[in-house]
């Protein structure tokens, strides 16, 4: 799923705190059946690619018990396949949560990994968090035209400033050397 907008949450009370962010507009970009288990639960008609998805991220507290019947469940999917809930650790969360406040280009999406044990309800076993950096044409208006790695933007920039640098160094270097080569000329005719 491609995620857009967010809504970043804290709740402060006396007993805790807690962080939620939430996704109302995730773009269903592909989805497949991993396994072959009770398939009839998960049919083809689940999702269809190009719909929207609410996705809420909330951030699990030690003191927070998910659900007991099913240990690796960390979130849900509701029946309508229009809402899913997931709750995560801390130091999985923060990412998610840092993303969400960024103000930069950056793709970001989610892959849920789901379970059909109920033939109302999915349950969410595995998440995975991607960002990737785009990169621009000048062109105004212009979309975005391919995926870059981090390092290779800070090399690109690294580049933007060094050429004026190198051809300023080229034209005293060839200065220097007209400069020599005179006085050398010069030299020779006394």
Known sequence: MEL????????????RVSRQVAFPNCLVTSWTVMSLG???????????????????VRERMPS?????????????????????????????????WSAAG??????????LELKARHPEILSVTNVAFFEAILEYNTAVGSEPTQR???ILVE???????????????????????????????WQNLS
Not at 38 to 56: A, N, P, Y
Not at 158 to 177: G, H
């Open 148 to 150: 870059l790695d981090a």
């Open 102 to 111: 960024a103000n930069d280009s950056s793709r970001r999406s989610v892959e």
């Open 38 to 56: 009770d398939i009839t639960k998960l049919s083809k008609d689940s999702f269809r690619e190009g719909e929207i998805l609410k996705l809420s």
């Open 4 to 15: 857009g907008k967010f809504a970043r949450t804290t709740r402060i009370s006396a007993e």
């Open 155 to 185: 090399l690109r920039e690294m580049r933007k400033e060094l050429v004026p640098l190198i051809r300023s160094a080229t034209f005293w270097f060839f200065a220097a050397l007209g400069v020599l080569a005179f006085f050398m000329f």
């Open 64 to 96: 927070d018990v998910l659900w007991n019947e099913e240990p690796e469940k960390i979130g849900v999917v509701d029946a309508g396949r229009t809402c899913c809930d997931v709750i995560l650790p801390p130091h999985v969360f923060a990412p998610i």
